[in-house]
């Protein structure tokens, strides 16, 4: 039990750093959403990954070696990440419209719930028995979280006035960011299932002699990958319709190392959930019920890490004290959810 709490505690730091990336992007100045999302995301989902996944190559092998060599799990994890691209463009999107606090929320909720339960059932897990059923209520108090913290963020919307939904989140929009959100949660499920896809990768590292900390994270790279294609598809295409390619070369050199920075360090922050989970997993039993688990742990703690910043960020600001005392129960059921498996 005590190795679950440590890795338990390895992830909650990770979830940490991610509910953290979107912190920096406000420091990010006079650039358009397009450019400050694609240059945050080749250092989130190229730069970082690819140091990261040299962690698991063995020495005397290249990472090269090892993808060409399963090439199979490595496509497919990369095909997965492609979908994940998806998520990710709407998961920006949904924060836009609704900010972090409750963007995060609803999509991270629906995609700990999918992202958690569909490599089980793949894997033949019976989900209303045993172990199964366990998996099936840590998800679902997790669920009842997410949901909670969503009632409060609909609390709060009826009390604010439009200017003060304007003040708070500059494009605030209660129906189209849902519809965005719970679409970046769905497509944001397939990083799980891209992981899934790559564990033979996993276990011809781990084969090699790679150190168990770090066997997930040559396939994690490949996830990222197939997701930054999409991204950079769909920024440069608004670059061009935007007409803002010039974002990337302002004669202001102060301003430009200003924003790379920035968005050097949210890359970094958000990376280290996949960092994190990776090393977190090291500890928990290959095939038990918390490693099956760990994927909607890290997606609790990112929703209650992600409230935690709304707050500080006066995102809750001015909202009565039955929306605070709605919202504080939910992320208690997330708290609540994150270690039911391990009693």
Same mark, same amino acid.
């Given at each position: 039990?005590?190795? /679950? &709490?440590?890795?338990?505690? !390895?992830?909650? @730091? *990770?979830?940490? =750093?991610?509910?953290? +990336?979107?912190?920096?992007?406000?420091?990010?100045?006079?650039?358009?959403?397009?450019?400050?999302?694609?240059?945050?995301?080749?250092?989130?989902?190229?730069?970082?990954?690819?140091?990261?996944?040299?962690?698991?190559?063995?020495?005397?092998?290249?990472?090269?070696?090892?993808?060409?060599?399963?090439?199979?799990?490595?496509?497919?994890?990369?095909?997965?990440?492609?979908?994940?691209?998806?998520?990710?463009?709407?998961?920006?999107?949904?924060?836009?419209?609704?900010?972090?606090?409750?963007?995060?929320?609803?999509?991270?909720?629906?995609?700990?719930?999918?992202?958690?339960?569909?490599?089980?059932?793949?894997?033949?897990?019976?989900?209303?028995?045993?172990?199964?059923?366990?998996?099936?209520?840590?998800? /679902? &108090?997790?669920?009842?979280? !997410?949901?909670? @913290? *969503?009632?409060? =963020?609909?609390?709060? +919307?009826?009390?604010?006035?439009?200017?003060?939904?304007?003040?708070?989140?500059?494009?605030?929009?209660?129906?189209?960011?849902?519809?965005?959100?719970?679409?970046?949660?769905?497509?944001?499920?397939?990083?799980?299932?891209?992981?899934?896809?790559?564990?033979?990768?996993?276990?011809?590292?781990?084969?090699?002699?790679?150190?168990?900390?770090?066997?997930?994270?040559?396939?994690?790279?490949?996830?990222?990958?197939?997701?930054?294609?999409?991204?950079?598809?769909?920024?440069?295409?608004?670059?061009?319709?935007?007409?803002?390619?010039?974002?990337?070369?302002?004669?202001?050199?102060?301003?430009?190392?200003?924003?790379?920075?920035?968005?050097?360090?949210?890359?970094?922050?958000?990376?280290?959930?996949?960092?994190?989970?990776?090393?977190?997993?090291?500890?928990?039993?290959?095939?038990?019920?918390?490693?099956?688990?760990?994927?909607?742990?890290?997606?609790?703690?990112?929703?209650?890490?992600?409230?935690?910043?709304?707050?500080?960020?006066?995102?809750?600001?001015?909202?009565?004290?039955?929306?605070?005392?709605?919202?504080?129960?939910?992320?208690?059921?997330?708290?609540?959810?994150?270690?039911?498996?391990?009693?």
């Amino acid at each position: 039990m005590i190795h /679950s &709490i440590l890795g338990i505690v !390895i992830i909650a @730091i *990770g979830s940490f =750093g991610q509910s953290s +990336s979107y912190v920096p992007i406000n420091k990010v100045k006079n650039w358009s959403w397009e450019s400050f999302w694609l240059t945050q995301g080749i250092f989130a989902w190229l730069v970082f990954p690819f140091l990261g996944a040299l962690l698991g190559v063995p020495d005397g092998h290249t990472l090269g070696g090892i993808l060409s060599a399963n090439s199979s799990a490595a496509l497919k994890a990369m095909g997965f990440g492609v979908l994940w691209g998806i998520g990710g463009l709407t998961f920006g999107l949904s924060m836009r419209y609704l900010g972090i606090a409750m963007g995060q929320s609803v999509a991270l909720g629906t995609c700990s719930a999918f992202g958690t339960l569909i490599p089980a059932l793949v894997a033949g897990k019976n989900l209303f028995r045993g172990e199964g059923l366990l998996l099936l209520v840590a998800v /679902s &108090i997790a669920l009842a979280g !997410i949901a909670t @913290i *969503g009632y409060a =963020g609909a609390l709060r +919307s009826q009390n604010m006035t439009e200017e003060q939904k304007r003040a708070a989140i500059k494009d605030f929009a209660l129906g189209k960011g849902l519809m965005v959100a719970l679409l970046a949660g769905v497509m944001s499920a397939c990083f799980n299932f891209g992981l899934e896809a790559g564990k033979p990768v996993a276990e011809a590292v781990a084969a090699l002699g790679a150190p168990k900390l770090f066997i997930t994270l040559p396939a994690t790279f490949m996830v990222t990958l197939g997701g930054f294609f999409t991204n950079a598809a769909y920024c440069l295409y608004q670059n061009f319709k935007n007409k803002t390619f010039s974002d990337y070369h302002t004669p202001d050199r102060k301003t430009l190392l200003n924003n790379l920075l920035f968005c050097s360090l949210a890359g970094i922050l958000w990376y280290s959930q996949f960092f994190g989970l990776s090393i977190g997993k090291s500890f928990f039993a290959e095939g038990s019920i918390i490693m099956i688990f760990s994927w909607s742990i890290l997606m609790s703690l990112n929703v209650t890490f992600s409230n935690v910043w709304g707050i500080i960020l006066k995102e809750w600001k001015g909202v009565t004290r039955k929306t605070m005392t709605v919202l504080i129960i939910g992320l208690l059921l997330l708290i609540i959810s994150t270690f039911v498996i391990n009693f």
